[in-house]
C-alpha cells in the first residue's frame, strides 16, 4: 500500500518543546505524531461504537418496554466494584 502524508500542523514553539522533551530514544516527532493520530482514531472509533451500542440498547427498551432502573443497575455496579476490590487485596 502506498503510503499517504497527513498535512502539516502549526503548533506554538511551546506545544513542539513540549512534544520534543518528550520522546522517548530513537522516537521521532514524525513517529509521536503517527502514533497520536492512531490512538486518537481508535478512541473515536470505540466512542462511535459505545454510543451506537446505547441508541440499540435505548430503541430494543422502547420497543420490548423492558428496562432496567438506575437503582437496580448501580446494585449491580457496586456488587461488581466490591468483588474485584476483594480479589485485589482491598486496594482502594
Do not use: H, W
Not at 499517504?4 to 513542539?16: D, G
Not at 520522546?23 to 486518537?40: H, M
Amino acid at each position: 500500500m502506498k503510503t499517504a502524508a497527513i498535512p502539516a500542523v502549526r503548533v506554538s514553539p511551546e506545544l513542539r518543546q513540549a512534544a520534543e522533551e518528550l520522546l522517548q530514544a530513537d522516537e521521532t516527532l514524525s513517529g509521536f505524531v503517527e502514533e497520536a493520530v492512531r490512538r486518537n482514531i481508535e478512541f473515536r472509533q470505540a466512542q462511535q461504537a459505545f454510543i451506537e451500542r446505547g441508541l440499540a440498547s435505548a430503541v430494543a427498551a422502547r420497543k420490548t418496554g423492558k428496562y432496567v432502573s438506575s437503582t437496580t443497575l448501580l446494585g449491580k455496579l457496586a456488587r461488581r466494584l466490591a468483588k474485584v476490590r476483594k480479589g485485589r487485596g482491598a486496594i482502594a
